[in-house]
């Protein structure tokens, strides 16, 4: 983490000395000295923007298919000061073999009552001691509506926005150990 920000550190320093140099060294006109300013100054905003991903800021990225939960953090909406909730998950990504790999990743998800619902009950299994595996789900598709202006997607209990993702939690299985055998001496 610090290397990064000392190499981003350094890169400012040259581009900054670089655009001194042409300020100060060349003949140019204050019209293309002052667009070089302009272009290095929104250069230093856009590049700011994106170290949120390196200091680890939540992403708004949607969430992988299948995922192992590490932590939740559940902020409630405030109706007084009209901010908008947001549920925030601590996640590892899993193999084919449902085993986590990678480093963990934080993901903001857009707040609502079923998941706030879902989130609350993962973050209780959490604190019990127990490892949970996340899915990313859609609905159930509800083979018995049928008609061409039906919604084929329902939710496992409640009617969902069509097109929005919501999530799911399973307790992790133990693992399968071999059989032990014992050694005849």
Not at 34 to 52: E, H, I, N, P
Not at 56 to 69: A, S, V
Not at 160 to 177: A, I, Y
């Amino acid at each position: 983490m610090l290397e990064e920000r000392l190499i981003l550190l350094f890169a400012y320093l040259f581009v900054a000395s670089l655009l001194l140099l042409v300020c100060f060294r060349t003949n140019f006109s204050k019209k293309s000295k002052s667009l070089f300013v302009l272009v290095v100054t929104v250069f230093y905003f856009v590049t700011w923007q994106g170290l949120f991903d390196i200091l680890g800021w939540p992403t708004y990225e949607e969430l992988p298919d299948k995922f192992k939960i590490s932590w939740v953090v559940i902020q409630e909406p405030n109706k007084i000061s009209k901010k908008e909730g947001g549920l925030y998950l601590w996640i590892r990504n899993l193999d084919e073999s449902n085993r986590p790999f990678g480093q963990p990743r934080a993901y903001s998800l857009y707040w609502n009552e079923e998941n706030h619902r879902r989130a609350q009950e993962a973050l209780h299994r959490i604190k019990e001691g127990e490892q949970l595996n996340g899915r990313k789900t859609y609905g159930v598709l509800n083979k018995d509506n049928k008609g061409e202006k039906s919604n084929k997607y329902e939710s496992e209990e409640t009617i969902q926005e069509e097109g929005v993702p919501s999530f799911v939690f399973d307790e992790v299985p133990p693992p399968d150990l071999p059989a032990k055998t014992t050694i005849l001496e």
